[in-house]
């Protein structure tokens, strides 16, 4: 199996085990990553999940020795442009090339990343919430340089992270993208050392998990959500779920405060 699971407490580990091709993408393992993230979505007792590359690349991409048999018309209308296109209306989408890529995950995943996450496997880095880099970890459209494209969410999400003339900048070069200049550029949120990126990203999960998830989800989803809407709009959509929320988990949370602090409360870790 290219693809496996640990766990640790409310905290899941995905991790994908191609390390003879750099974690480069092919069809085993995109279908293996996908169902593993759904199954973890779907788990009650998972509230974080870890996404990490063994062996130290986070993903090389598209697996090319599998994208060279696409040089038959047939298959790569078979496979490709037919297996793997977005259905009419409102119909949930296969999953992507890279596999997990088009799910729409009700649980935060932050990437760990070693080594490369070039081509698509930037764009799976692009997929997940936050972004951990080992400091010689890097980015880059290296797709460019054998004429293929990002098919993957990379031209959306990317101008999203670092606004659209430094995506563009990025997307039109080919360039490599080093953790120091992610960091600045909003491309990720923490650089570690080297071989320190899983375990880094496992105790930024814990922090996510060792709180009340209802209040933490809910605001993931007004975030997500929101993300360029007008302001009133996304205000509303705050609103709606936040007061949701508090009446099904915040209020009591707020008692058991006042019950266990006092009556004024013990703010002194506030």
Same mark, same amino acid.
């Given at each position: 199996?290219?693809?496996?699971?640990? =766990?640790?407490?409310?905290?899941?580990? $995905? +991790?994908? &085990?191609?390390?003879?091709?750099?974690? %480069?993408?092919?069809? !085993?393992? @995109?279908?293996?990553?996908?169902?593993?993230?759904?199954?973890?979505?779907?788990?009650?007792?998972?509230?974080?999940?870890?996404?990490?590359?063994?062996?130290?690349?986070?993903?090389?991409?598209?697996?090319?020795?599998?994208?060279?048999?696409?040089?038959?018309?047939?298959?790569?209308?078979?496979?490709?442009?037919?297996?793997?296109?977005?259905?009419?209306?409102?119909?949930?989408?296969?999953?992507?090339?890279?596999?997990?890529? =088009?799910?729409?995950?009700?649980?935060? $995943? +932050?990437? &760990?990343?070693?080594?490369?996450?070039? %081509?698509?496997?930037? !764009?799976? @880095?692009?997929?997940?919430?936050?972004?951990?880099?080992?400091?010689?970890?890097?980015?880059?459209?290296?797709?460019?340089?054998?004429?293929?494209?990002?098919?993957?969410?990379?031209?959306?999400?990317?101008?999203?992270?670092?606004?659209?003339?430094?995506?563009?900048?990025?997307?039109?070069?080919?360039?490599?993208?080093?953790?120091?200049?992610?960091?600045?550029?909003?491309?990720?949120?923490?650089?570690?050392?080297?071989?320190?990126?899983?375990?880094?990203?496992?105790?930024?999960?814990?922090?996510?998990?060792?709180?009340?998830?209802?209040?933490?989800?809910?605001?993931?989803?007004?975030?997500?959500?929101?993300?360029?809407?007008?302001?009133?709009?996304?205000?509303?959509?705050?609103?709606?779920?936040?007061?949701?929320?508090?009446?099904?988990?915040?209020?009591?949370?707020?008692?058991?405060?006042?019950?266990?602090?006092?009556?004024?409360?013990?703010?002194?870790?506030?």
């Amino acid at each position: 199996m290219t693809v496996r699971i640990e =766990r640790n407490g409310k905290v899941a580990t $995905v +991790i994908h &085990a191609r390390p003879e091709a750099r974690n %480069a993408m092919d069809p !085993e393992s @995109a279908i293996a990553l996908t169902d593993a993230f759904l199954a973890l979505d779907a788990d009650p007792d998972t509230t974080a999940i870890v996404f990490w590359g063994e062996g130290g690349a986070f993903c090389a991409g598209w697996d090319l020795k599998y994208a060279q048999a696409f040089t038959e018309a047939e298959r790569f209308q078979s496979e490709i442009v037919e297996g793997l296109a977005f259905p009419p209306g409102d119909a949930p989408p296969p999953r992507g090339p890279m596999g997990p890529s =088009r799910l729409e995950m009700s649980k935060p $995943v +932050i990437a &760990a990343i070693e080594g490369p996450a070039v %081509a698509g496997g930037m !764009e799976l @880095a692009l997929w997940c919430d936050v972004r951990v880099m080992a400091d010689d970890a890097y980015f880059g459209v290296y797709c460019r340089r054998w004429g293929i494209p990002l098919i993957d969410g990379g031209t959306v999400r990317l101008p999203r992270l670092v606004g659209q003339g430094r995506a563009l900048e990025i997307v039109m070069t080919g360039r490599k993208v080093e953790a120091e200049e992610a960091l600045r550029i909003g491309l990720c949120e923490k650089i570690v050392a080297k071989g320190q990126a899983r375990a880094a990203a496992e105790a930024m999960a814990q922090e996510i998990a060792r709180f009340p998830s209802g209040a933490m989800l809910a605001d993931r989803r007004s975030v997500i959500a929101g993300h360029g809407l007008p302001v009133r709009e996304a205000l509303a959509r705050e609103w709606a779920g936040g007061v949701h929320t508090i009446a099904t988990e915040g209020a009591a949370g707020a008692g058991r405060f006042a019950a266990g602090k006092g009556r004024g409360g013990d703010f002194s870790e506030i």
